[in-house]
């Protein structure tokens, strides 16, 4: 099976380390394409960069579906365009937030979240809300690194993201730690084994459990809202990305 891994934001450095998370779990059948679009945010950290994000994601499950993927994975903590993709695709499209609370509910009774700015966190929150997991997210915090700072030796980004969730844990009364940034995937193992306690990336859970649902014969459903967008004429900047065949 095909599973194309979308980076929404427009860092080529974060696609490739994302690509090699998911191609890290991917099982032998899995070919695993990371891509991003060609617009955007080079970082995603806040709901105006997530709007944008959205519709690069829309641009890219559009091309992937035309190339045959069998699922997608929406590599941002936000799940930016999840719904609006799911539209376009026939496979299963999985947010990485989306896919880690999933995880993280089946393995304590409560998970604590540690992200980047605390500004996203009101973005987690809704996500919490969306999906239902209010009784089981206990806490999110941020530790106010930047998503591009992440990999930036001088942001002692690993001590502080370890001792966020050490606090969170205590604090939170919670089971699991669920990381709130694809550009934390690296860091899981590492973190899990200091902490102690499950330890869920988003990546690694939105590819595995794309995997069961493909291997399930399970598909997006087409009956309701996210049947496929309704034909019309686009205009303007979004001219080449209406609905209907893909653009050449
Ligand atoms: C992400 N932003 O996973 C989110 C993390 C965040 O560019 N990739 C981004 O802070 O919401």
């Not at 599973?3 to 032998?28: C, F, L, S």
């Not at 990485?96 to 089946?106: D, G, L, R, V, Y």
Request: glycine fraction near 10%.
């Amino acid at each position: 099976m095909r599973i194309d891994v979308i980076n929404p934001n427009t860092t080529a450095a974060m696609t490739a380390a994302i690509g090699r998370a998911a191609e890290a779990v991917a099982a032998p059948g899995t070919r695993i394409v990371a891509r991003q679009p060609a617009f955007g945010a080079p970082s995603i950290e806040g709901h105006h960069d997530e709007a944008w994000a959205a519709a690069g994601v829309a641009t890219e499950v559009r091309a992937g579906q035309s190339e045959g993927a069998d699922a997608f994975v929406v590599a941002c903590f936000g799940d930016p365009g999840v719904a609006a993709a799911r539209e376009v695709a026939t496979g299963p499209v999985l947010g990485i937030a989306e896919a880690a609370f999933h995880c993280a509910s089946m393995l304590a009774t409560g998970f604590s979240v540690v992200t980047t700015l605390t500004r996203t966190c009101t973005i987690a929150e809704h996500l919490v809300v969306q999906h239902g997991f209010e009784r089981r997210c206990r806490g999110i915090h941020g530790t106010d690194i930047a998503v591009l700072d992440l990999d930036d030796p001088a942001s002692d980004a690993y001590v502080r993201i370890r001792a966020a969730a050490r606090d969170a844990l205590q604090r939170d009364r919670s089971g699991a730690i669920v990381l709130g940034c694809a550009g934390m995937a690296d860091w899981c193992r590492r973190l899990q084994q200091d902490l102690g306690v499950p330890v869920v990336d988003g990546v690694a859970a939105a590819v595995k459990l794309a995997e069961a649902l493909v291997t399930l014969g399970l598909g997006t459903s087409k009956h309701g809202d996210y049947a496929p967008p309704l034909p019309k004429a686009y205009a303007g900047l979004a001219a080449p990305y209406g609905p209907g065949p893909v653009r050449a």
